[in-house]
């Protein structure tokens, strides 16, 4: 049966049931009208005014029917519409991790059961391109390593080859430094397509983040030296987190990396670390151009390397944001970016605590 015909069934009784109503209560005045011609004639029954008689059943018989028709109108209306609410509750839940798991069908055959078949062969769709992506993405990061690495091998022996004339070793140092930084690409690319595969191994110890905070200082401050840009740490309090301590340091590089990128000359940076319900919070502000309103959601997808100024002048691929939420997400935690109040950037990471 299709949707349409329920719910006109569905009004159609609604309706029937409110004329029974006006039925009857007429039945029973002019019922009672004829019982009082019949005991006391025609003249006793001409006393009642017509006008009453008619507001009478109005009131009495079409009140309670119109009442009848909304309430009831209203409740055979949600049963009929409430496959639609559910429909519309599992396309919201929808996004690339459950692909595979198919929306429950009402199998009536209806419209919306229709729908339901619908929307289930476009996940299946959906889901075998994601997977071909993924897989394409690491086949194709881990075909690239091999001709890379020989390329980067016999690039550093020509340079070191004395016979290589001095014209051609800037240019194979430039030629070098490409392959590097394609081989930096391509390493990240696989780093992702693993994680979304579901594909990558994370060490669980027991991890002072503290720490690795005072060593991001550090790393920070060889990183901002050349720029003139001060980096401070203003609060680090001791907090354990479990997980894997070479990829969460690779996440608080990452942040420091974007951090001196995207900043100012004579800019800076500050660090924090608390604990805050139960959670590590680390923030990494930095005193960089804020990116405009429209492009701060953005800033985690892949390759996104902000406005068309900031892309031209900084280096590198717009993956570093993307492999530090990957992280952030396999620690069960989060990471949010924000623009403060007085114009700088400021990244939140939260991460669970594990007391020592």
């Known amino acids: 049966m299709t949707l349409r015909r329920r719910i006109l069934l569905y009004y159609l009784f609604t309706l029937a049931i409110s004329f029974v109503i006006i039925g009857f209560w007429s039945w029973f005045e002019f019922n009672e009208q004829q019982e009082v011609i019949r005991h006391d004639g025609v003249k006793a029954a001409l006393r009642e005014s017509p006008l009453w008689e008619a507001f009478e059943i109005i009131l009495f018989g079409g009140l309670p029917a119109l009442l009848l028709g909304i309430l009831g109108g209203g409740l055979l209306m949600r049963h009929a519409l409430r496959p639609i609410e559910t429909l519309t509750t599992e396309l919201e839940k929808t996004d690339a991790s459950n692909l595979a798991e198919p929306v429950i069908r009402s199998g ?100 002072a983040l503290d720490l690795l905070a005072r060593e991001l200082e550090e790393d920070t401050q060889m990183l901002a030296a050349s720029a003139n840009i001060t980096v401070v740490m203003t609060t680090c309090e001791p907090v354990f987190v479990s997980g894997d301590r070479m990829r969460l340091r690779q996440l608080l590089l990452n942040l420091a990396d974007n951090a001196v990128k995207y900043n100012q000359e004579n800019g800076s940076i500050t660090l924090s670390l608390c604990t805050q319900d139960q959670q590590a919070a680390f923030q990494i502000t930095n005193t960089g151009p804020a990116l405009a309103p429209e492009l701060r959601t953005r800033v985690f997808e892949r390759f996104f390397r902000g406005d068309a100024a900031h892309a031209s002048v900084v280096e590198g691929s717009g993956l570093g944001l993307s492999i530090a939420e990957s992280i952030a997400h396999a620690h069960g935690g989060s990471i949010v970016f924000e623009v403060t109040t007085d114009g700088h950037t400021c990244i939140t990471l939260r991460l669970p605590t594990n007391p020592k």
Not at 115 to 134: H, P
Not at 176 to 181: G, I, N, P, S
């Open 108 to 207: 009536n055959g209806d419209e919306l059961d229709r729908m339901s078949a619908v929307f289930n062969s476009m996940k299946q769709r959906l889901g075998i391109s994601f997977n071909q992506a993924r897989e394409f993405t690491l086949h194709a990061s881990h075909e690239l390593k091999t001709p890379l690495t020989i390329m980067h091998g016999t690039l550093e022996q020509m340079l070191e080859d004395k016979e290589t004339l001095g014209v051609h070793r800037d240019r194979i140092a430039s030629m070098l430094e490409e392959v590097q930084r394609l081989a930096a690409i391509v390493g990240q690319l696989a780093f992702l397509a693993k994680a979304d595969a579901d594909q990558l191994t994370f060490a669980h110890e027991l991890v």
